[in-house]
């Protein structure tokens, strides 16, 4: 029997293709990596379907790629050795609220906007990055860590348990899910991350990008929403003079979003697809805007808020910020949208704040303390001066995480995908700025694409470890073969 | 059995003379007891003792292990007695000098070596207006050992339940003695991250109770997160045995709330959780304050062991057993970062037992005794000179199920294993009550320790369906109920271990 | 009440033996460590940082486990089962020990285990198996066996001290001198006997002051000991004196615990009450006998000796009684009621003088390495512990640091000056003296 038909028998007719339109589909992402076909695309619509898949590449040792979102970014699933492209967005069932304990059960196939929008009306949220694209998968962003805009750390490492096909086709639970029967025959509740055995597993697979398993459901961590919220966007002149402010606030453990934004980014967010939105916003913008939202509590909302308004009032004296402007000008009620805003995906594709200026957005992230941060803008803006990249034109994002302990700090390259010249130019700038960043100190712990080369490339003992590993747990090599440093 | 010659010479070249040692004696101090595995597993003593002082040495010594085949065993602060080895010929390593400590303060890390207590962290930190955490195991543990084991305590309300949300980059050698750099470690020079590249390999390290945490390898360096804190200090008092820490009164105040069932309590738990407030909150069983009155000085009560009993007996004991249902819970409500948030938490917190039902009383003394620097730790072996903690991390509603069958379970065991009246429960939310730990101590005497590891086998085995997978397990208990965690758990550990070195 | 069976006793307590030579209490104490590791650390609530968190003299310097409380106590009782014998490396741990109890104190802050008892004991053990000494102690035990005295000189000699104020024919108090001050620091003797004289109190010697043998009771000869105890409880009674002052540390212990102990009584059924000096100056600044008229502007620190803070509480007599595991009207001693504050209230008193506290303070004390016979054995141990404190002292700065000791002085002294460090290293007695 042909590979084809042992998929369709899988998966059904509906459920495979291996059209050029489809394939091409998959083949490529928004992200500067070369397209590679994969042979077939396959939408399962269960956990067994998935485990059949596996075991099914394994016998014709083919490559297996998982995805899950409708879009991708980072060339994490191009299928590099072409093979069987595995889109879960089928499996897109928010599984269990549980309210008491204050965790979600979801599918791979669930949106960051269908997750929020359920959860919103038991008043609760799942802790989000920063306007993810409205069909970015919620489990991915979990899985992939991606940093979320509430840094206070009792909202980080939120996943606790997860099931998982792995690359032999077994089944996985993790932490207490691993308990027979679970959920519906079972006692556990699936909350406790560590299961009994000797390794915490959810951390090996997170980061893995699809090659060390499959998951087919996780449980994560979700907090109360707050219905009452204050926003502030601070101005600042320097990115040091925002950080330090950061640092202040955030030692005296208020406030819930804190994110660091350039002009560049804070206009693109707030314009959405209008240009004269965002010019008036390029004028008007301070080069560096600290946007900080309050919540009130389940109980005594505004009672919380003074409290935190005050100690925010404090901290700006002591670092001469001599005010804390709720509005943004030209932007009438933004600063009661903006909490709902970031607490969900972006809610139209055709209007993705990183596509509508120029069409596409490159992305350079990595982590670093927020101390040296100007380093990493100086160094990147130079750089992209000296390959024509106007420096005015890149946006930064600094996303303070637990406490601002450390940070997230990226670089938004937007370019023109049809123009190859400024293609050509951007390959290269971001390779020469992704090495001047590791130089000085910056940290990929995501590391995507041809960055994994040049990470797994200095660690040596670390990349020898995963290696082996991975041909522990994928023998045959089947998931997602070429990527990291596999 | 003796350790052979040439690894002998091999081993005090790497660490020198002073450093390394086969006397009986010196083995005979170093031997872990094992004091609650089974009397069934033979367990051995070492036949030498190490003391390294770097990585480098550690890695050398490691590959001598390799070389001639001597398993390993290794202890950062020996804060306890419980592990034991299953096999003869073997090398323990104590990493005791281990002792480099630096502070970011901006950054909110520390770097520490394996030799460094958790109190004495704190200690640092509290001079830096910063906030470390202490286990419930003592402040004497080692920051690092800890935390890549267990790492629970009081404030784990707060700062993640345990210690693996707080561990940073890794320097770690393995059973192989390669040394492993992970998080930030592995492409720069510091510890401010802790995930991947890619994969993050702190889940290789992290146990979660089972065995000895050295079948791994030995971690010998981690970043630690720190937390920010207060600018008031606390200041210490008393002598010992009633030394305490005062706390400033505009950030901090203890609350007792009292509730019918322990449902009721676990209702409000939630809650609390939910409006995020306090430092800790747990339930305190009436048994806690027999302890403290224990080791009060200065009356004309019975005090240590008999003083305990005597409490109990007389006073904390009739009542329990008269309403065992009836929960006191306690919260340590904090105001940092604003003169006003005591006040909103009080607010909070006292509208929420209105709700719940519930009598609130706000403590008359300000301070603490043991959740700061877990002073009071070991103080559950005072009551009998044996006991044990059976404790299962999951759900606090699954506490609750818990707490029943462990009561169940002990009653078959009275009276040579303490009678509580179910009341010794203790429920210690963490995570705002996003997960729980359940630990009932159970008490005996020297002479039926044994009765401990088999009420612990019982109540594990009859628990098991729950998930809340505890210390120390014994795999022949759960058998099918680890899914397939033993099998991938193999196949890993055969990676990291291939010559069979570490401990089983 | 919770215990095994109503009948239970452990094996063979019931003959009646005091406590520290019980041995079956002994092997219970030394069974009951769960090595959790306190016993190497301050009180974990006074720890302020890296620095000065260290209790243990023996486990901070020397890194085997062996060389710590937990260690000797899991020896003790391998030794005791037959398991071990006295190896080099225990005798050398066990007599590097100080035995300066903050093990103890740190133990019973949670689990009243005896762990001082049992170092002792087994020290007394290696003794009474016809060991041979370390060089040091033999040198010390004849020196006390054949002179009377720890360094071997004319005990005609011991009253050399005696200059402007001079004893009585009958006195108030009797004053028990101690070797240290008696040959080698006379000027702590004057000083202890002005501040006497100032408060009209009249002060006689004992005709034939023998060692308190403070020393000889740590090396573990019990019988060496008892004969020194017994001696100087009889010249005391014979005296018909009752109250026994002394500004040595070592000889205060000594009268207060170890007499007794040796004896088998309590600490309240001995014919005397043993007072140390700052007892007494802080009692007579209190009843207005003695005024400070001078002014001492100086910033100084102050060292808790172990011999007069956690070890000097009274000793209460036990035979072993247990009710299952609960020991039966047994007072506890835990370091908490030792003289921690009459010093202080007088120090606080003297005009001009600022006290400024180390870290390891009270019940949390580093000593500095004299006690335990260590000194006569391993001089550049008790040196190393000593740098130790000079080093903490500094830390405060203070100018001055304020000792109650006169071994306790010696080494310090000899510490400051090896450091460089620049302190005056001076007597509580010789202080008060100065400003009275």
Known sequence: MSVKDSLTNIVGKEGISNSPERLAAFAGDTSLNRPVNPNYVVQPESAQEVQEIIRLANKENIPVVPCSSGIHFYGNTIPLQAGIMMDLSKINRILNIDERNRFVRMEPGVSWGQLQSELAHYDLMAICPLLPHPRKSALTSHLEREPACIPKFEYTDTLVTMELVLPDGELFKTGSACVPGFPEESLSEGVNISGPGDFMWPRIFQGAQGTLGVATWIQCKIEYRPKVNKTFFIPFEELSAAVDFVYKIQRRLVGEECLILNGFDLAAILSGDRPSDFRMLRNNLAPWTVVFILGGGPRFPEDKIAYEEEALQEVAGECSVPNLPTSVPGMPGIDKQLPDILRTSWSDESTYWKFSHKGACEDLFFRTTMDKTPIFCRTISELAGNHGYRPRDIGFYVQPMVYGGNCHFEANFYYDPSDADEVGMLRKLYSEAAESVMNKGGFFSRPYGPLADMVYRRTTNYSAMLKKLKKVMDPNNVLSPGRLCF | MTLPKEAYEALQSIVGPDYVSDDPAVCEADRPKGRLKSKEIPLYKPDGSIQPVSTEEIQAIVKVCNRYHISFACTSSYGSDVWGIERPNWLFIDLKRMRRLEIDENNLYAVVESGIASAVLQGEAFRRNLLSFVPMSGGECSVLGNASYIGEGAISWKLGDRGYRRILGVEWVTPEGEIMRLGSLSTTDDYFCGEGPGPDLRGLLVSSGYGSASRKGIITRIGIRLFPFIKEKLVPQGDAPTTSLKMPANRFAWYNFTFPTRKACIDAIYEIGKCQLGLLAMTVPPWFVSMARARATGTDKPTGAAGFWYDWNNIRGPKAKENPEQTVGRILLYGIGSDKRLAYEEKVLLDICETYGAVAKKSRGLQDQTHFMSADAIVSNLAGGRFASIIFFESLDSALKAADIVNEQTKKRVPKVFDDHGTTNWFVPFEMAHIAKEESLRFTTVEFEDELTLLMADCHGQAAPLGGFPMLPNPKIYGEVWGDYPENDKKILRILDPNGIAPP | ?436
């Open chain 3, 1 to 436: 009440m919770f215990y095994l069976r109503e009948d239970y006793v452990f094996e063979d307590d019931t003959k009646g033996e005091s406590e520290m030579l019980d041995v079956d209490e002994y092997r219970r104490q030394a069974k009951l460590c769960v090595r959790c590791s306190f016993c190497k650390y301050i009180d974990m609530n006074w720890i302020k940082g890296l620095d000065f968190a260290r209790q243990c003299p023996i486990d901070t310097k020397y890194a085997l486990n062996l060389y710590s409380a937990h260690g000797l106590l899991y020896a003790a009782s391998a030794e005791l089962d037959g398991n071990l014998t006295f190896t080099p490396k225990l005798i050398d741990a066990m007599y590097h020990c100080t035995l300066c109890g903050g093990c103890d104190n740190r133990c019973k802050r949670n689990l009243d285990i005896e762990v001082l008892q049992v170092i002792e004991t087994l020290r007394i053990r290696y003794v009474e198996q016809g060991n041979s000494l370390l060089p040091g102690h033999k040198e010390l035990v004849d020196n006390v066996r054949e002179s009377r005295n720890e360094y071997g000189e004319p005990q005609k000699n011991r009253t050399n001290w005696i200059s402007d104020v001079k004893p009585a024919e009958k006195g108030d108090v009797i004053y028990f001198v101690g070797c240290n001050t008696a040959f080698k620091q006379q000027e702590l003797a004057r000083a202890t006997a002005k501040i006497l004289n100032e408060t009209g109190t009249t002060f006689m010697l004992l005709e034939d002051e023998w060692c308190a043998g403070e020393k000889i009771f740590a090396i573990g000869d019990v019988k060496l000991a008892r004969e020194m105890a017994e001696h100087n409880v009889k010249a005391i009674q014979d005296t018909g004196i009752e109250r026994v002052v002394t500004s040595s540390a070592e000889c205060y212990r000594a009268l207060k615990v170890d007499y007794p102990k040796l004896m088998g009584k309590s600490t309240e059924e001995m014919p005397y009450a043993a007072v140390h000096i700052t007892e007494f100056t802080d009692q007579a600044m209190r009843d207005g006998k003695l005024e400070f008229k001078k002014e001492l502007p100086l910033k100084t620190t102050y060292h808790d000796a172990c011999n007069l803070g956690r070890l000097s509480e009274p000793w209460f007599e036990w035979v072993p009684k247990y009710d299952g595991s609960i020991p039966i009207a047994k007072v506890w001693r835990r370091g908490d009621r030792g003289i921690y504050d009459p010093p202080r209230n007088v120090i606080n008193a003297i005009p001009g003088l600022e006290l400024l506290e180390m870290e390891r303070a009270r019940g949390n004390t580093w000593g500095a390495g004299c006690t335990g016979g260590t000194h006569a054995a391993f001089p550049d141990f008790t040196l190393w512990t000593a740098n130790e404190r000079i080093r903490e002292a500094v830390a405060t700065g203070a100018e001055a640091l304020v000792v109650c000791s006169p071994d306790e002085k010696q080494v310090l002294k000899e510490a400051n000056e090896s450091k460089k460090a620049g302190m005056t290293i001076l007597d509580f007695a010789e202080l008060v003296a100065q400003v009275i």
